[in-house]
Structure formats: structure tokens, C-alpha cells
């Protein structure tokens, strides 16, 4: 599932283009443009590299994406960034599978390991950053065995850090 609203992004920007199509309360010319893969900023620089800003002269660009708890009509500005970077991280654990109830202390437990990783990242916001700053770190992802008594050589954790 993706929650990013890409439908209520599309109904934004076609209703601010009806607005100022029907008031034309503003000088100059109005471009209404959507960027692709906004998620990882790679659109954007793509449709700058693509020459969009100069073939229209687009002198300034304002953003709007929406935000789950603000009621229906209203939204939240500020001056400088507002909304954290996205980025994604994998961290592969590899230790010594084993056998969970007749051997567990001749494995090294990747699924131990994985978890007190999970734990260690949960402080680095906590306790690393200003708390006035805003950061996120989520691990949404924890690949392990498949079965119920052996200990997994390898473990896989997934997530998405936030800045």
C-alpha cells in the first residue's frame, strides 16, 4: 500500500487551474505542472534537466501535498523546508543458523541480533538529535525463517528514515 494521496495531489492542483482559470486574479502567466517520482526527488531534478523551467519560464514554483489531520479545507505552511526528506533502508543480519530447542547456543540468532538493531536505531533520534529537529526512523520490514524451531541464518530488515 501506498499512502501518499497521488489522487487528492491530482484533484489539488486541478482545482487551484479551474480557480485561477475562472478569477484570473493574479499578473502574469500560471503553469500547472505534477512532478513524477516526487517521493525521491528525482523528478523534479528531471524535469529541470529537461529544460520545463526555461521552455515556460517558470520563475517560481509552489508545492502543496496533503497532510492526514488537518481539517478539510485548511492547510499548514512554514518558512523553509516543511515535510522530511524520504529515504529507505535494507540491513541484511548473518549468522549461524541453528537448531532453536536442541542447539540454540551453537547458532549465532540473527533474529536476536536483528531485533536489538531495531532497538538501537529507535535511540538515535531519541537521544542523537536535537529535540527541537525533526526526524523519523521506521523499520517496517523484519524477514526471518520459515520455520518454528530452527534459528534462521539470515535476517532481513527494511524501514524508511525520515530527515
Not at 111 to 140: C, E, F, H, M, Y
Amino acid at each position: 500500500m501506498h499512502a501518499c494521496g497521488h489522487d487528492g495531489h491530482t484533484a489539488m492542483l486541478l482545482g487551484a487551474a479551474k480557480y485561477l482559470t475562472e478569477t484570473r486574479n493574479f499578473d502574469g502567466t500560471a503553469v500547472v505542472i505534477f512532478q513524477p517520482a516526487e517521493e525521491g526527488g528525482a523528478g523534479g531534478k528531471a524535469m529541470v534537466d529537461d529544460g520545463l523551467m526555461t521552455r515556460w519560464g517558470i520563475q517560481e514554483v509552489y508545492g502543496l501535498h496533503n497532510m492526514p489531520g488537518l481539517p478539510e479545507g485548511y492547510f499548514a505552511t512554514t518558512p523553509g523546508p516543511m515535510l522530511a526528506s524520504s529515504d529507505t533502508l535494507k540491513i541484511v543480519v548473518r549468522g549461524k543458523g541453528g537448531h532453536a530447542g536442541a542447539a540454540p547456543h551453537e547458532a549465532i540468532d540473527s533474529v536476536l541480533i536483528g531485533a536489538q538493531i531495531i532497538n538501537a536505531l529507535q535511540s538515535i533520534v531519541s537521544r542523537n538529535l536535537d529535540p527541537l529537529k525533526s526526524a523519523v526512523i521506521s523499520i517496517t520490514m523484519f524477514e526471518a525463517g520459515s520455520a518454528f524451531n530452527v534459528i534462521p541464518e539470515t535476517v532481513t530488515l527494511g524501514g524508511t528514515v525520515r530527515t
